[in-house]
Structures are given as structure tokens and as C-alpha cells.
């Protein structure tokens, strides 16, 4: 299987003309970097409202879901800013660079929603232990 995978990620850059392109390749993977970072930060800083939490994530999930719409209108304009059309009706390209980040960035927040639900429980219990109510 690595053998494969390594070939076809070997094919898929190599498809890419990465001298015209990178322009905005490169901002775009920055900017799923940069999401993800946001995201790490608003975990680590326990004051991060849910509000806040939500508006991300609903975000996220929106963008996530408007890929195919987003290849479609690439595919229409991609003499614009592209030196090749990469949007094929399948919606590799679109898929691998932005709808999968995307995913990755919300499944760090599930995870990060559940982990601190987790450290609330255990908080709730620590106090109910100390105040002697465990089984009433």
C-alpha cells in the first residue's frame, strides 16, 4: 500500500504546476494552517465562549459542505487564477485541498469538544466528592 499511496501523491504534485500556481496554492494551505491554529488557541484558552466555538465550527461546516459548489465555480473560472484547469467533475483537487483540511479542522474540534466535556465531568464529580453528594 505505500508503494501506491507514495506514487500517487507523487503523481498528484507533479500534476500540479506548482511555478504559476503556488500563488494561490500556497495561501490556501496557509489558511487551513492558520484555521487550525485558531482552533488549537480556542481550546487552550479556557475562556473561549461556546458562542464563539459554534460560529467556527458552523462556519467550517458550511464550507465543508459547499465544496462541490466551490469546484463547480472553479472549474467555470479557473483561466482567472489558474494556468490549468485542476477542478475536474469528480472534485479531487477541490476535495484534497479544501475540503479535506476542512474536515481535519473539524474533527480537531470534535475531538476538542469532547475532551473538554470530559474535564468538566470529572471536574463536576470532584466537587460533588467534596461536598459529600455522591449517591444522593
Known amino acids: 500500500w505505500r508503494g501506491i499511496i507514495k506514487s500517487d501523491l507523487t503523481a498528484f504534485t507533479s500534476a500540479i ?13 496557509l489558511f487551513h494552517f492558520m484555521t487550525l491554529i485558531l482552533i ?17 465550527f458552523i462556519t467550517l461546516a458550511i464550507l465543508a459542505r459547499s465544496t ?8 467555470t473560472h479557473h483561466t482567472l487564477f489558474s494556468s490549468q484547469n485542476y477542478f475536474d467533475k469528480r472534485g479531487v483537487f477541490a476535495s484534497v485541498f479544501w475540503g479535506f483540511p476542512i474536515l481535519v479542522n473539524l474533527m480537531v474540534m470534535v475531538g476538542g469538544i469532547v475532551w473538554e466535556a470530559g474535564r ?4 463536576v464529580k ?11
Open 17 to 29: 504546476t506548482w511555478s504559476h500556481d503556488s500563488y494561490w496554492i500556497i495561501p490556501l494551505l
Open 40 to 56: 488549537l488557541k480556542m481550546f487552550r484558552t479556557r475562556t473561549t465562549s461556546t458562542t464563539s466555538l459554534s460560529a467556527v
Open 68 to 75: 462541490g459548489q466551490i469546484n463547480s465555480l472553479c472549474s
Open 120 to 123: 468538566l465531568m470529572v471536574e
Open 126 to 136: 470532584r466537587h460533588e466528592v467534596q461536598r459529600g453528594r455522591v449517591g444522593r
